[in-house]
């Protein structure tokens, strides 16, 4: 992926310009199919589908249930032998021919054009489709996935099949599916000078299905975060327009999850509500009720309930735990990009240090460019709030994707494949899937628990 430059002036140390051409494509920019003209090389989708499912969703329910294309068309013995090439071939793919008997459909084959033919040549097409477009790895060996893949809805199995025999390219029917982000191609690429079986290759195949779990098309303009790499990315046309250091989730319990959402703000000077876990276990609002002048120099208050119950605040300021913002990204894992006033933390290699929130290098100057982009503010008018000191939420005019991914093999920030740490160790099960017999009937609702994560953005360690 290449870097742009990206000119930004930095006045006063946070105010900042954004060239006029981006500005330009802001809007509706950052949405996805359903919201926006449709890619020349997308299937057509249902109207009232891609309505439903537009942007990220996150894995909260089944998909919805449509009268779609029927998944049994007639074929053509050329037709079938072209579909036995492309099960051949699918190696190129990171896929194994195996898994779609390749021996029963030259079966089907020999048998001649009729209804064995024809169902089971739909069969191994409809699972190729699924395998291409929704990833191969099962829900119970993607640890901690939350995102409600769309593309089932977008891109319906029968219609696929349909346009296939109808073009005559089985195999370009199959790619019209595939991710259309450029990692996805690099890692291809690299597949191709792999050796089949290695540790490499293995590794490899396991990076490209990450790539089908995610919607086919990302958007416009979107966030995403490669939490193995400690780097969120502003990109533009899946091309980066400015790149940020991150802090993510220490491993276990408060590992970050990987999650689709939307972002629909920046908050300039946040509060920081002190979780219960601290108030009452830490003895926090003992400290700050019996401390008042402590209390003030952290930037506390205390209320005490009538019932006893003491609530905790961090009102805005530099020693804030939140720094001087956050995201405004709804969703029930409470996971959110913020500052943070510990900046020196950004020059360690390993940076596996947070609460599980993740938290972000030149964090006022991504609020600012994103004030800029999504809610049309002006620099000066951005400088001016931050100034102020007090809490302001800035609205966007229309949501923007942010994804948080988890691969261990892509290309970095300079575009370069790499290798990053498995630092969650969610490889494993992923690799062990891609040992195991094709799982059918994939269920694309995890059940996994969601893992309350308690918001402690203090540097406690």
């Given at each position: 992926m290449k870097k742009l430059a990206f000119p930004f002036a930095l006045l006063a140390g946070t105010a900042l310009a954004v060239p006029a051409s981006l500005v330009a494509q802001n809007a509706p920019a950052n949405l996805l199919p359903g919201e926006q003209e449709p890619r020349e090389d997308a299937p057509e989708a249902d109207d009232a589908v891609s309505s439903s499912m537009s942007g990220p969703v996150e894995m909260v329910r089944e998909p919805v249930v449509q009268q779609f294309d029927p998944v049994v068309q007639q074929w053509t013995v050329g037709q079938a032998e072209a579909l036995a090439a492309v099960i051949e071939g699918i190696g190129a793919e990171g896929l194994f021919p195996v898994d779609y008997d390749l021996p029963g459909l030259r079966a089907a084959i020999a048998g001649g054009a009729g209804a064995m033919l024809d169902e089971e040549a739909s069969q191994r097409f409809v699972w190729l489709v699924e395998d291409m477009r929704d990833g191969r790895t099962p829900m119970d060996a993607r640890k901690q996935w939350f995102v409600m893949d769309p593309d089932a809805d977008r891109y319906r199995s029968g219609t696929i099949l349909k346009?296939?025999?109808?073009d005559g390219d089985i195999m370009g029917a199959l790619q019209s599916v595939a991710p259309l982000h450029p990692d996805y191609e690099a890692l291809r690429n690299e597949l191709a000078k792999a050796q089949p079986g290695s540790k490499r290759y293995k590794l490899i195949q396991a990076n490209m299905d990450r790539w089908r779990w995610l919607p086919r098309d990302l958007g416009k303009q979107y966030l995403i975060t490669n939490v193995p790499e400690y780097q969120l990315r502003l990109t533009v046309n899946d091309?980066?327009?400015?790149?940020?250091?991150?802090?993510?989730?220490?491993?276990?319990?408060?590992?970050?999850?990987?999650?689709?959402?939307?972002?629909?703000?920046?908050?300039?000077?946040?509060?920081?509500?002190?979780?219960?876990?601290?108030?009452?276990?830490?003895?926090?609002?003992?400290?700050?009720?019996?401390?008042?002048?402590?209390a003030k120099s952290k930037g506390y208050t205390a209320t005490r309930g009538a019932n006893g119950w003491i609530s905790v605040v961090q009102g805005p300021g530099e020693g804030n735990a939140l720094g001087r913002m956050k995201l405004d990204m709804p969703n029930r894992h409470a996971i959110f990009f913020h500052d943070t006033p510990s900046r020196n933390l950004f020059g360690q290699a390993n940076r596996a240090l947070s609460h599980g929130c993740i938290r972000t290098e030149r964090a006022t100057e991504l609020a600012f460019t994103l004030a800029i982009l999504q809610a049309g503010i002006t620099a000066d008018e951005a400088t001016e709030i931050?100034?102020?000191?007090?809490?302001?939420?800035?609205?966007?005019?229309?949501?923007?994707?942010?994804?948080?991914?988890?691969?261990?093999?892509?290309?970095?920030?300079?575009?370069?494949?790499?290798?990053?740490?498995?630092?969650?160790?969610?490889?494993?099960?992923?690799?062990?899937?891609?040992e195991a017999p094709r799982k059918a009937n994939r269920s694309r609702v995890t059940d996994e628990e969601i893992i309350e994560i308690v918001n402690d953005p203090r540097d406690i360690a």
């Open positions: 346009q296939a025999l109808a091309k980066i327009m400015r790149t940020y250091r991150t802090i993510v989730g220490k491993p276990g319990r408060t590992a970050t999850p990987q999650l689709a959402e939307q972002v629909e703000g920046v908050i300039l000077n946040p509060n920081w509500t002190v979780p219960q876990s601290i108030v009452q276990g830490e003895g926090l609002g003992a400290r700050v009720l019996a401390n008042p002048g402590w931050l100034a102020s000191g007090e809490y302001t939420r800035v609205g966007f005019n229309s949501k923007m994707p942010a994804y948080i991914t988890y691969f261990t093999m892509a290309t970095n920030i300079d575009g370069k494949m790499t290798t990053f740490n498995d630092i969650y160790e969610r490889d494993g099960a992923v690799l062990a899937s891609f």
